[in-house]
């Protein structure tokens, strides 16, 4: 969804493996994890000011409450 801007079907997902470009398409972005504290994460393409936000729900949850589109 980061690289597309949609979501895709879970048969595409298992299909493709995790972090696995069979398509050969163009490489995949670099992805920079910023910890905002215990409970909140920014993450974001490196070397650009945009990305999301995420809170911790539960034990092993994150919810996106925010998208930053500097």
Sequence with gaps: MLEKGKPGK???VAAAGVGVDTQGGPPRKDYSVEYQG???VFVHPRGE????????EGLMGWRLVAVKMD
């Design 10 to 12: 879970p048969t595409d």
């Design 38 to 40: 215990w409970s909140k």
């Design 49 to 56: 000011p945009g990305g999301f936000i995420f809170r911790r």
